[in-house]
């Protein structure tokens, strides 16, 4: 089914940079730029990105490009084009809603990485195995089959070749199950990884928000967690991350450091960037600088959890004052 002009707007604008995406959302209502944020937040949580109609997409804005060079079609005028169809067509695949709307567990499993979905089956009974990877696109099946024990990869296969009947209700309490366990062991590895990319359109969704006025950007959040709280909190969360230290204004960063202790922004800036470590040493006080200093001096190499703690601890309290629009960033 072609897609939509919200749809193509949303794919665009996840291919895009975010203050690239922003700008081109500023003339629009904030109805409008509503349901594009929800369309990029519904791609991400669908895994319904990349593929033939990004290029599509992609393709079509290039040849708009070119025609804006030679004079013709401005890029406000090719997003205006299409949009013209948002009454015109359907949302999506009826089916792709309900499954949305119910929030269809296999969505959300088929979403996650190989790895986390080998983890959280790997002990189960062959017959569930082989629900859950008959659920997956095939790439991500056959890798999660690849990390099974060869054993049970045998039993699933048989199970997978000669299906047995499986009651709506059951299968969907077996998916809520299976991805109750991915939530926990993403939890774990959250917690216990350094630095990880997060998820890349919706920290873009979350940049484009946070380039609004503060009531526009609550509604939003307000809409998409309507539809799925946990992404709301993730967009939210991303609005503020350890590697935007360096484009908060020194004021707005003053206000938050004072009240972190020595120890815990010594911990904090262990291991990170240097641009990072020099605007922090910049917006403290002399005195704390030099508490930092005798803490490091003292401090033992601490574990990944500890300094990823340390961090929280930091960017809290920034995402505080960002929700309450106290923080200010430094544009460009």
């Known amino acids: 089914m072609p897609a939509t002009g919200k749809r193509k707007i949303a794919m665009l604008l996840i291919s895009l940079d975010a203050d690239t995406a922003r700008e081109l959302l500023d003339d629009y209502p904030s109805d409008t730029v509503q349901e594009i944020v929800m369309e ?12 033939d109609e990004f290029v599509k997409v992609m393709e079509d804005f290039c040849i708009g490009l070119e025609k804006q060079k030679n004079g013709g079609m401005h890029v406000r005028t090719f997003l205006n ?3 013209s169809d948002i009454e015109k067509q359907e949302y999506a695949d009826p089916k792709e809603i309900d499954a949305f709307k119910q929030k269809d567990p296999f969505f959300a499993i088929s979403s996650s990485s190989s790895e986390i979905i080998a983890k959280a089956i790997m002990y189960e009974r062959p017959q569930i195995i082989a629900l859950i990877v008959s659920s997956l696109p095939a790439k991500t099946a056959t ?10 990869s045998k039993s699933v296969a048989c199970k997978m070749a000669l299906p047995r009947d499986i ?27 350094s630095d990880m ?15 609004l006025e503060q009531d526009a950007r609550d509604s939003l ?45 010594a911990k904090a800036i262990y291991g990170a960037s240097q641009s990072i470590i020099d605007k922090i040493r910049a917006n403290v006080s002399e005195r ?6 005798e803490e490091m001096a003292l401090m033992q ?17 920034l995402r505080d004052a960002n929700e309450t629009g106290q923080l200010r960033f430094i544009e460009g």
């Open 197 to 211: 990319e997060p998820t890349e359109n919706l920290r873009k969704v979350a940049m484009v928000l946070s380039g």
């Open 221 to 265: 959040l307000n809409e998409i967690s309507k539809k799925d709280k946990d992404t709301a909190n993730t967009v939210k969360a991303l609005m503020v991350t350890w590697d935007d230290i360096p484009r908060i204004y020194d004021r707005s960063l003053q206000e938050v450091l004072r009240s972190i202790e020595p120890g815990t922004l």
């Open 81 to 83: 084009e299409i949009l």
């Open 167 to 193: 009651a709506p209700k059951t299968k969907h309490r077996i998916g809520e199950m299976v991805l109750r366990r991915i939530t926990e062991l993403g939890s774990v590895e959250d917690s216990s990884s």
């Open 40 to 51: 990029m937040a519904r791609l991400d949580a669908t895994g319904k990105r990349g593929g």
């Open 301 to 317: 190499d601490p574990l990944k959890k500890e300094i990823l703690d340390a961090r929280e601890d930091v960017i809290n309290p």
């Open 143 to 152: 890798e999660v089959m690849a990390m099974l024990d060869p054993e049970v």
């Open 288 to 293: 704390a600088v030099q508490a930092m200093d």
